[in-house]
């Protein structure tokens, strides 16, 4: 799996939009953009993934770059319930199923 | 659909002692994953299986740790004997044929 990039924290006010980068360079062309988050004390939950189209479902939108090499998860109106660590995952179908999960994005919605 | 189940939520044990985790994945997902969380390591990887087989085992630490899934809706993943430094919180994983990974609450371990 291609290597990801983000920041390591970021905050937002309450009721506006998260806006959370990804920067995934060498992402090769069978590998899909997958986010996941970790509210403190739970388990990983799946946002959303996408290849190239952009995608929107009834958690979040997720915004790729038409050359591919980054991509960026949006919350439209982030609440307090949205604070946690959010992972960018490029993962190929098909092959090992097993995702790498790098250190992450902090994001600390604030009211 | 309740998720994926994990049991138990804490387990407190002594150093040697048998440890036993056990999961419950949504039911058609056709893989299972075992991960282990640890604020020094994050979250790693130890075995996944596809269809009840194990396909990579390779993040197992050692000897001491196994797992099994015997059927389509059930797993365990044992440690013997247990040491210390196997405390961490550990999740159980299920996925079905859209690629997305569904996460069981955890269970919290740890080794005095």
């Known amino acids: 799996d291609a290597k990801t990039t983000q920041p390591p924290s970021m905050d937002c006010a309450e009721g506006r939009a998260a806006n959370l980068p990804c920067n995934h360079s060498t992402i090769s062309g069978n590998e899909y953009v997958y986010w996941y988050r970790q509210i403190h004390s739970q388990g990983p939950q799946y946002i959303i993934h996408?290849?190239?189209n952009n995608e929107t479902n009834e958690m979040a939108s997720l915004i790729i770059t038409e050359d591919r090499k980054s991509s960026t998860l949006i919350l439209p109106h982030a609440t307090l319930r949205d604070t946690a660590v959010y992972y960018c995952i490029a993962h190929a179908q098909g092959g090992s199923e097993k995702l790498v999960f790098g250190k992450g994005t902090k994001l600390t919605v604030n009211p | 659909d309740a998720g994926v189940i994990q049991s138990p939520r804490h387990e407190v044990t002594e150093m040697g002692q048998e440890v036993t985790l056990r999961c419950k994945p949504i039911s058609g997902h056709n893989s299972l994953f075992w991960y282990r969380q640890t604020m020094m390591r994050g979250l790693e990887l130890l075995i996944y299986?596809?269809?009840?087989?194990?396909?990579?085992d390779s993040g197992m630490p050692e000897d001491r740790f196994s797992a099994k899934m015997p059927n389509a809706s059930f797993s365990t993943l044992k440690i013997q004997p247990s040491e210390p430094r196997d405390s961490a919180v550990y999740f159980c994983a299920s996925q079905g044929q859209a690629g997305a990974q569904y996460f069981g609450p955890g269970t919290r371990l740890l080794v005095l």
């Open positions: 299986f596809n269809n009840n087989v194990p396909i990579d």
């Open positions: 996408g290849l190239k």
